[in-house]
């Protein structure tokens, strides 16, 4: 038994000390561990009229001890608790106090569940939970907690299975108990030969191995598409993946052009305005343009200014002098799927109120069309021009305050990458995100899993190092605005000039499926307004992106005349190594750093924390109390089927939980007088009798009357009242709840 809990007990101490950012020190937390289980379990064996008294102390020390020390377990429960959600210190934080207070709660529970209320199913549910959760919460499992728990629950369901008792007056080994210890000892050796077996088949095929899993979730998943036909999620949505992309191959579109495509067509379905972690608010310009409108209502008159700005671009492009003049192009475009319901919308467009076969038309120019010229316009159209480049100026200066916001405490290691890297103009940060993105992550449309429980840029950035658009996507346009340039998370379809062919009277078409669903940035550059970024690689090699204004563009010479060398593991590199304290950027986040020797970290409310505690501890809670409901919920069916052989098993337990009788069971001859003698509210007679109507209920042809059945319930409640009244107060406590007082 002792051997058992103290494996459960160890494997929790290993899945704990994988959290992120915390360590512990084994030399001194295992020891004490092992002293723990062992006082408790001796004491429940052989001094169990002090055991709850003892507990009881032992948990009031333990938190007069976490309260004395306040200016060490606060801050280490605040690494764990960040661990648990996914934040990681910027330095490894040791939680050996704070684990070495909790034990005594840790071995207890256990204990109390397993030797106490006999109920391994919600410890089963528990420690597995704990591991499969593991990958999901970013938790690295080590090898040991994995042996260690599943010994723990193999060998608590095989002593558990023979229906061993628990000995306290002496070490003597029963028939059961040798048994139990049998099928303990096999089943163990059953699970290291399996494991033996499994880890280097999972070791050396481990890309096999997850392309077979992967591609069966794929499969899931198009069944699943196929039979909804619905639009894919991020193409509309905010949330960015944690999960495998995988497509079904669903037409979600037709786009019809007039004219051959050029350059790729982008299709925005949606802009991300504020990152929330994991997922992008939509962006709203409403309150920006309204502003807008109060300060210039007076000089331009009662103008929409919503509808002004959303096809500014267009109209000032359309309206440039002969000479600079561009033809438009239309677009029409049609829903394949009557459940898709957004609009997707090109680049330097104005819409045309026309429905076209179960659609919509836009007119619109490609960026390499765009030449936009204030100065050559016509004599008629120069108050207008003058409304729309105050209109720019004005909508430039609020996106810089709506669209430059970064939720830093989320992003620690991306704060700290770029603050690293100080760069001023635009050529330079495009280069340094592009050259960053492309050299430490590569595409894969089956990453894995980020953990649920942190960020997913970061984890995507500095722990998977590979994704998909998604993911780029975010990144980028989070480095452009810790560089304080204007910048959207977007998204919809990306159609390539390829996909287009030329149908009658002269229309190319293109089918969109959701293969062709995308994500980019999009930045605002002036003349140009929200302009799209490329900056997902669609193969393994590197590709350079030209933007309006972007010259001689060329990653290496900017790599080579800075001297990055970005690992984002640790973030710095040899171009950092050479920047010295004294010129290193000084930022208002490192005002904000809190530093309490040990543990340094970006400050995070405290009521963050306590809601992770709470909920630890209302999950601990509610395990107990779910065990307690499951105990009571087995004996009530077992005495509604069995009502007096139930009702003994009951009697029996009651007995040796309150110290009487330790060595019988109830099978022995001598049982019913020695029961007499032992509890003086019962007779002889009584328990004789009653002995004889569990025997026949056992063994007789013939089963027990109603009445036989009431007369060992009977007996039953007189045992019961006389232990009762004899007990303490934590006793009679436990009574009331195991034994229906």
Request: hydrophobic residues 40%; negative net charge.
């Amino acid at each position: 038994m002792l051997l058992f809990l103290l494996s459960g007990v160890y494997g929790v101490i290993m899945l704990i000390s994988g959290f992120r950012g915390t360590e512990i020190n084994g030399w001194l937390v295992y020891p004490v561990a092992a002293a723990f289980c062992g006082a408790i379990w001796y004491i429940y064996s052989y001094k169990r009229s002090i055991f709850y008294r003892t507990v009881i102390i032992t948990f009031l020390v333990c938190v007069l001890v976490g309260a004395a020390g306040y200016d060490a377990t606060y801050p280490q429960l605040t690494a764990l608790t960040d661990g648990f959600r996914g934040i990681e210190s910027e330095e490894t934080v040791s939680i050996t106090y704070l684990v070495i207070v909790l034990l005594p709660f840790l071995v207890f529970i256990i204990f109390f569940l397993e030797a106490v209320i006999k109920n391994h199913f919600a410890l089963y549910l528990l420690t597995t939970g704990l591991l499969l959760s593991g990958p999901l919460l970013g938790v690295e499992s080590e090898t040991g907690a994995v042996i260690f728990l599943a010994a723990f629950q193999t060998a608590f369901l095989a002593y558990r299975a023979t229906g061993a008792k628990f000995r306290r007056k002496s070490f003597h080994i029963d028939g059961r108990s040798r048994l139990a210890v049998k099928c303990g000892v096999i089943t163990i050796i059953i699970s290291a030969i399996v494991l033996a077996i499994a880890a280097p088949i999972v070791y050396f095929n481990a890309d096999s191995m997850y392309g077979f899993l992967y591609n069966i979730e794929g499969q899931v998943y198009r069944i699943v598409g196929n039979a909804t036909n619905s639009p894919d999620d991020f193409v509309q949505g905010a949330r960015v993946s944690q999960f495998n992309n995988y497509q079904t191959g669903n037409e979600q579109l037709v786009v019809n052009l007039t004219r051959q495509p050029n350059e790729p067509l982008y299709l925005r379905g949606f802009a991300g305005g504020d990152y929330l972690g994991n997922r992008w608010s939509p962006a709203n310009d409403d309150d920006a343009l309204d502003e807008i409108e109060a300060k210039t209502r007076n000089n331009w008159g009662m103008i929409g200014i919503d509808n002004m700005y959303a096809r500014m671009y267009f109209v000032m492009n359309n309206s440039m002098q002969k000479e600079y003049r561009q033809t438009p192009r239309d677009i029409f475009i049609r829903y394949s799927n009557i459940d898709n319901k957004n609009y997707y919308i090109p680049y330097y467009s104005q819409y045309e109120n026309a429905r076209v076969y179960g659609g919509y038309r836009y007119q619109y120019f490609e960026q390499g069309e765009m030449n936009i010229d204030w100065n050559n316009v016509s004599n008629g159209f120069t108050q207008r021009r003058d409304r729309y480049y105050e209109l720019q100026e004005l909508y430039k200066a609020e996106a810089e305050k709506l669209y430059t916001s970064v939720p830093e405490e989320r992003l620690p290691r991306l704060v700290k990458l770029c603050e690293e890297n100080p760069l001023n103009n635009l050529e330079d940060i495009t280069a340094f995100i592009l050259y960053t993105l492309n050299s430490n992550a590569v595409y894969s449309q089956t990453p894995g899993w980020s953990a649920l429980n942190g960020d997913v840029v970061e984890d995507f950035l500095f722990e998977r190092k590979s994704g998909y658009c998604v993911h780029f996507a975010s990144a980028a346009t989070l480095m452009y605005r810790l560089y304080g340039i204007p910048a959207r998370y977007a998204t919809g379809y990306m159609i390539e000039p390829s996909e287009f062919e030329r149908q009658e009277y002269r229309i190319y078409s293109a089918s969109v499926t959701d293969e062709y669903a995308h994500a980019w940035t999009e930045i605002f550059i002036d003349n140009y307004g929200w302009t799209p970024i490329e900056v997902t690689p669609s193969s393994g090699e590197q590709e350079n992106d030209i933007y309006p204004g972007l010259s001689n563009f060329d990653i290496n010479s900017l790599v080579a005349e800075h001297g990055w060398n970005v690992n984002v593991s640790g973030i710095t590199g040899e171009g950092e190594q050479a920047q010295d304290e004294e010129t290193a950027p000084e930022t208002a986040a490192s005002e904000e750093t809190e530093t309490d020797g040990e543990y340094t970290r970006t400050d995070i409310d405290a009521p963050d924390n306590a809601d992770a505690v709470i909920f630890i501890i209302c999950i601990c809670a509610l395990a107990v109390l779910g065990s307690v409901l499951l105990v009571r919920f087995r004996k009530n069916r077992k005495r509604d089927t069995a009502p007096c052989r139930a009702v003994f098993s009951q009697l029996t337990e009651l007995l040796h939980f309150s110290g009487y009788m330790l060595e019988y069971d109830g099978s022995e001859r001598e049982f019913a007088k020695e029961l007499s003698n032992s509890v003086a509210a019962v007779s002889y007679e009584e328990a004789e009798k009653a002995v004889g109507v569990v025997n026949k209920a056992a063994f007789g042809k013939v089963p027990p009357t109603q009445a036989e059945n009431e007369f060992v319930d009977t007996v039953y409640k007189k045992i019961l009242d006389f232990i009762y009244a004899n007990s303490k107060w934590y006793g009679k406590l436990y009574i009331k709840i195991f034994f229906e007082k």
